[in-house]
Structures are given as C-alpha cells and as structure tokens.
C-alpha cells in the first residue's frame, strides 16, 4: 500500500473541514486498506458504556506543533527535477498545497551533503577570510532556489525554511578536505572561526538576492556523530564546550548584528546527548540570549527515552524550543534501502511523534 503521484494523477487528502461543536472528524488509515480514510461522530454525555471511553482534558495543553516537513538535499531535488513537468508540479501540490499534507518546514543544507553527488563548499579559495570569492553553487542556483519558489507558490501557510551547514571549505578545516572528519582551525574568536561565522551571514545575503528568506538555521549537523561516520562523509566536529565558545564569540553576535533575523539551533544530533548538550551550551547566559532552540536527530531514540532527554531538557531550558531536524525510518533495520508500503516504518515514525511530548507546565502553587 503505497501513495500514487504521477503527470496524470496523485492521491490528495481531502482538505481539513472542522466539525460542529461537539463533534469530532477521524482519519483512519489501516493494514485492510483504509488511507486517512475521514468519518465523522459526536461526543455524547452520560453515554451507556462502551468499548472505548475517551476523556479530554481541554485544561491541560504540552505543547504548541512548529509543524512538518522534509529536506531539499542536492538528492531530493535531483530527483524531483528528473520527473516529466506535469509529475512534478503534482509532486509539489501533494507536498505543500491543501490538497496534499501541507508540508512547511523546510531543510536546505548549507553547501554539500552527504546527499550530493560531489564535494564542494560555496568558497573554495584558501584563506579567503573575508569571503570575497563567496558564490552559490549551480546546486542552489539551478535546483533548490528554483524548487523553494514553486513550493511556496502553492502552498498556502508560509514555510519555514531553515539552514544547516554539513561541512566548511576545506582551508578552515584541520583535516584540509571538504569530507572526513575535521574540526574549525584555532580557536572561537580567530580567524577562521570568525570567517565560518561570516560565511552563515553571506549564505543568508546570497539567498535573500533569491528573494528565499531562512527562518532558522543550525550550527552545525551532527557534530558529534560526525566522529563515527564514514571517511568520505563532509563534517565539522564540535564538542558542546566548543560549539557554545563559538556561538557566544563568533555566530551569535555575527548573526545578531545581521540583517536577516534568523534564529540559531544547536546540537542538530541524536537526543541520546541531552540534556548535557543543552546545559554545555545553554547554561551560559550569554549563548542562551543567542539561541532559540535545540535541533534533534533520531536515529538513537531507542536507547534514551524521552522522558530522560527531551523531557529533562525541556524542564531546564522550557523557553528553547525543540524540533527534530532529521529523520530517516529504516535506520538500522535488515532492510536499509527504501521499503514501498512498509507499514512498520509508518508506525516507527507515528510513535515518535507521539512520544517526543514534553511534559505539561507545572500547575501554580
């Protein structure tokens, strides 16, 4: 059981119509075939009992839903530019307009990433500090920007796009490659963490030329994870000491003094590194004012629950907002590659929607 999107047809989602007072509207969908099949019903008072009682407690609320989305890697746009016009046009419409699932977050990387086809940054010139030799790549000019464009065209709720940087030139990296595993040369407050700083700014000014305004963007994806991957993977490292020390010397007050009004994620790695991550970085009431939130991968959610990470982070920090920024169903299962109607892989990421809630506020005294 599989959605269909062809140049001549893709399923569409009814749009969301809310019932009277009283009422509720469900979405069904099941092994025997049902997809978001709609019914609607009517909560009765006193009613005889039955197999299902349902309490709601409109007085308690966790938390408010940035919302969905998915990532425009140089991999997910090659493929959606490979399909004939028409099938892209209702690929995009199944995405973003009211007629599909109303995807409005967005994931651009900054430069390459590990789903490219080559390596590059957008300066490649060695110890260009000032960035004057800063240019897009035909990645951003030719795909992403363009496919940015025709995704708000048709959606009708604004997106938020956010920014995440896999790797810096390979002259500001201590390995000297774009891929492999390296940290920023020196120290936060030198030369070239000041340059990275700067080069998060150009990448912001170059876009806005492209009438594309970002959001958010992350320090850094996966900087500690980084550490495990393969050899030809491109990556900064960074400790949480060492990210915090860059953004209250460099990246905070860089973005701050922009003009774009971004704001700045940390960590951007699995939850198994919370809450110590957030205190590393967030305890310092200087990268504090400069932060608004914590980016969370979820490849190794199994081995930390919630309660221990999201939930305990959220109780220390409960003005950062958490979003997860990555995730990929099928990791670290038999059956890696793409898995048509999987339906195991629909209810592993319906289980972490669900249980990613951080805990109701206290009530007062």
């Not at 407050?189 to 340059?195: D, E, T, V």
């Not at 195991?344 to 951080?358: A, D, F, K, W």
Request: hydrophobic share 40%.
């Amino acid at each position: 059981m599989v959605c269909v999107c062809s140049a001549a047809y893709c399923d569409a989602v009814e749009p969301l119509v809310l019932p009277s007072e009283g009422g509720f509207v469900k979405y069904e969908s099941s092994k025997a075939g049902k997809r978001l099949q709609r019914s609607e019903g009517s909560f009765q008072r006193n009613a005889p009992s039955s197999d299902l009682l349902l309490t709601l407690d409109v007085s308690t609320r966790f938390q408010r839903v940035k919302g969905f989305g998915g990532s425009l890697s140089d991999a997910a746009a090659l493929n959606i530019l490979g399909l004939p016009q028409l099938a892209q046009e209702m690929l995009l419409r199944s995405y973003f307009s009211d007629s599909g699932i109303e995807y409005n977050l967005i994931r651009v990387p900054m430069g390459c990433s590990d789903f490219s086809t080559r390596p590059y940054s957008y300066d490649d010139v060695p110890d260009d500090f000032e960035l004057r030799h800063f240019v897009l790549a035909e990645e951003d000019l030719k795909m992403k920007i363009p496919l940015l464009h025709r995704a708000a065209a048709v959606a009708k709720r604004p997106l938020s796009i956010y920014g995440s940087p896999w790797t810096a030139p390979a002259w500001m990296k201590s390995n000297g490659d774009i891929r492999g595993k390296g940290t920023l040369k020196g120290q936060a407050g030198g030369k070239y963490h000041r340059a990275w700083a700067k080069y998060f700014v150009r990448f912001l000014d170059e876009y806005a030329k492209h009438n594309v305004t970002f959001w958010a963007l992350t320090a850094q994806n996966e900087p500690i994870a980084a550490l495990f991957a393969h050899p030809l993977f491109p990556t900064v490292s960074f400790t949480a000491e060492q990210q915090r020390d860059f953004v209250v010397l460099d990246l905070g007050p860089a973005l701050r003094r922009s003009r774009h009004g971004a704001k700045l994620l940390i960590m951007d790695d699995q939850r198994i590194q919370l809450p110590g991550w957030a205190q590393a970085v967030l305890g310092n009431a200087t990268a504090a004012r400069y932060v608004a939130g914590i980016g969370v991968h979820w490849y190794l959610d199994s081995i930390v629950p919630a309660r221990c990470s999201l939930a305990a982070t959220h109780r220390l920090f409960p003005h950062h907002l958490l979003l997860y920024t990555e995730a990929c169903s099928g990791f670290l299962t038999l059956r890696f590659p793409v898995s048509l109607g999987c339906w195991e892989r629909g209810v592993s990421y319906s289980h972490s929607i669900l249980s990613v809630r951080p805990p109701p506020p206290p009530l007062p005294p």
